[in-house]
């Protein structure tokens, strides 16, 4: 079973591993920045993801490595300091070790630690989240704790959050938890509370990523957080999710008008999510189509979250009859664009958008083909 990951662990360590994690990237499917406002989210789980495997040493020793480097990081277990340069990508088992006391879980002292991976990094899917999922699993099958899913996820998040320092939502570490095969994940960023819908058979994902980026990204992300903090003070509510889009509508003059945009846009895509799930439940892809594209339209014109290299690829992917919709995935302001396709959409119609890409822009984008996959698991090997 794995025999490339036991293979590899051996060239590593000289001994096989005694515990097998796998957890799954992920795509922000629909619900786009409404996490922070309390709404929902429906993200799915790919049928790609980050490997594990683990044995204890006695000596308390922690030894990591992974496919992407060549060189072993060594620390002693009472070592937990956030790691830079090279050895940076131990921050995420480091950061999965220190959240455990969080939660009243203990961590392993001595062990050695491989990471290997089927999954693009950077490129959206939230590799982040499922080398994260796939350690907290190990880390917890090898001191015999059996905590409930949502726990698991909350140790990942807390990783990111606090160890690692990336401000995520629950999205990423949700879905990579509780992901399935041919199902979607709906998130209530409230509770947080998690359900699968199930994906009507036939469909795939695209995934074309631009490798842009704004450079000024992270101060948008705040702007939008604070313009969505502002107008959900206008209407005297805790968060935008209490709202509707009526009620929003009927108040537009409380609002500055960049403001109203912004919460036009939260609102709606809010009710988007609501109506994907509906029509996911009667099988209507075609329906659900319409809502993505129609997400990210509003992407493009009330948050201004989009650009022109994303907007380019929406345009040519759904002039396409094998495409049901797409927009984009993650914060926007570059990154990736998600399409949900009927079997008739393949390699050579994918590299036709990608040639209009290049041709416009001077660089193809990277293509991946999904399907959905089943959230983290524990192999025994
Ligand atoms: P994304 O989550 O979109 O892939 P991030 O920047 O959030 O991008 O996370 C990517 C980081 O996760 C990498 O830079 C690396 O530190 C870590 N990582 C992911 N997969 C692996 C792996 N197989 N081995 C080592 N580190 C990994
Ligand atoms: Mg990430």
Same mark, same amino acid.
């Given at each position: 079973?794995?025999?490339?990951?036991?293979?590899?662990?051996?060239?590593?360590?000289?001994?096989?591993? &005694?515990?097998?994690?796998?957890?799954?990237?992920?795509?922000?499917?629909?619900?786009?920045?409404?996490?922070?406002?309390?709404?929902?989210? %429906?993200?799915?789980? +790919?049928?790609?993801?980050?490997? /594990?495997?683990?044995?204890?040493?006695?000596?308390?020793?922690?030894?990591?490595?992974?496919?992407?480097?060549?060189?072993?990081?060594?620390?002693?277990?009472?070592?937990?300091?956030?790691?830079?340069?090279?050895?940076?990508?131990? #921050?995420?088992?480091?950061?999965?070790?220190?959240?455990?006391?969080?939660?009243?879980?203990?961590?392993?002292?001595?062990?050695?630690?491989?990471?290997?991976?089927?999954?693009?990094?950077?490129?959206?899917?939230?590799?982040?989240?499922?080398?994260?999922?796939?350690?907290?699993?190990?880390?917890?099958?090898?001191?015999?704790?059996? $905590?409930?899913?949502?726990?698991?996820?909350?140790?990942?998040?807390?990783?990111? #959050?606090?160890?690692?320092?990336?401000?995520?939502?629950?999205?990423?570490?949700?879905?990579?938890?509780?992901?399935?095969?041919?199902?979607?994940?709906?998130?209530?960023?409230?509770?947080?509370?998690?359900?699968?819908? $199930? %994906?009507?058979?036939?469909? &795939?994902?695209?995934?074309?990523?631009?490798?842009?980026?704004?450079?000024?990204?992270?101060?948008?992300?705040?702007?939008?957080?604070?313009?969505?903090?502002?107008?959900?003070?206008?209407?005297?509510?805790?968060?935008?999710?209490?709202? #509707?889009?009526?009620?929003?509508?009927?108040?537009?003059?409380?609002?500055?008008? +960049?403001?109203?945009?912004?919460?036009?846009?939260? /609102?709606?895509?809010?009710?988007?999510?609501?109506?994907?799930?509906?029509?996911?439940?009667?099988?209507?892809?075609?329906?659900?189509?319409?809502?993505?594209?129609?997400?990210?339209?509003?992407?493009?014109?009330?948050?201004? #979250?989009?650009?022109?290299?994303?907007?380019?690829?929406?345009?040519? %992917?759904?002039?396409?009859?094998?495409?049901?919709?797409?927009?984009?995935?993650?914060?926007?302001?570059?990154?990736? /664009?998600?399409?949900?396709?009927?079997?008739?959409?393949?390699?050579?119609?994918?590299?036709?958008?990608?040639?209009?890409?290049?041709?416009?822009?001077?660089?193809?984008?990277?293509?991946?083909?999904?399907?959905?996959?089943?959230?983290?698991?524990?192999?025994? $090997?």
């Amino acid at each position: 079973m794995k025999p490339w990951l036991i293979e590899k662990f051996r060239a590593s360590f000289g001994r096989a591993p &005694h515990w097998i994690a796998r957890a799954p990237g992920r795509i922000e499917f629909i619900g786009n920045h409404t996490d922070y406002n309390g709404g929902p989210v %429906l993200g799915a789980a +790919i049928d790609r993801g980050v490997w /594990v495997g683990l044995a204890l040493r006695d000596d308390g020793q922690r030894r990591f490595a992974s496919d992407q480097l060549s060189e072993v990081v060594a620390l002693p277990a009472d070592r937990m300091k956030k790691q830079a340069g090279a050895a940076a990508w131990v #921050n995420y088992p480091l950061g999965v070790l220190a959240a455990l006391p969080e939660f009243s879980l203990r961590a392993p002292a001595g062990f050695d630690y491989l990471a290997m991976s089927d999954l693009p990094v950077g490129a959206g899917l939230s590799s982040s989240a499922a080398i994260e999922l796939a350690s907290g699993l190990a880390f917890l099958a090898a001191t015999a704790q059996q $905590p409930s899913r949502e726990i698991l996820v909350k140790v990942g998040k807390h990783a990111e #959050n606090h160890f690692v320092g990336v401000p995520c939502g629950i999205l990423d570490q949700g879905v990579s938890g509780f992901g399935k095969k041919d199902h979607l994940v709906f998130i209530d960023c409230r509770g947080p509370r998690f359900e699968t819908v $199930p %994906l009507p058979g036939g469909a &795939h994902f695209w995934i074309f990523n631009t490798h842009t980026k704004h450079a000024l990204v992270d101060g948008l992300y705040a702007a939008r957080h604070r313009e969505c903090m502002e107008a959900a003070q206008a209407l005297s509510v805790g968060l935008l999710v209490e709202t #509707n889009p009526a009620a929003l509508l009927v108040a537009e003059r409380k609002f500055s008008p +960049i403001v109203f945009k912004r919460a036009r846009h939260i /609102v709606e895509e809010i009710a988007r999510v609501s109506a994907t799930v509906a029509a996911l439940r009667v099988g209507d892809l075609a329906a659900v189509g319409k809502l993505l594209t129609a997400s990210h339209r509003s992407s493009q014109m009330w948050f201004e #979250n989009s650009t022109p290299e994303l907007d380019f690829l929406v345009t040519t %992917l759904t002039s396409q009859p094998a495409v049901f919709g797409a927009r984009l995935t993650g914060g926007g302001f570059g990154g990736a /664009v998600m399409a949900l396709t009927s079997v008739a959409f393949g390699d050579d119609e994918a590299n036709l958008v990608a040639a209009a890409y290049a041709e416009k822009f001077g660089a193809a984008p990277d293509i991946l083909h999904a399907q959905t996959g089943d959230g983290a698991e524990l192999f025994t $090997p």
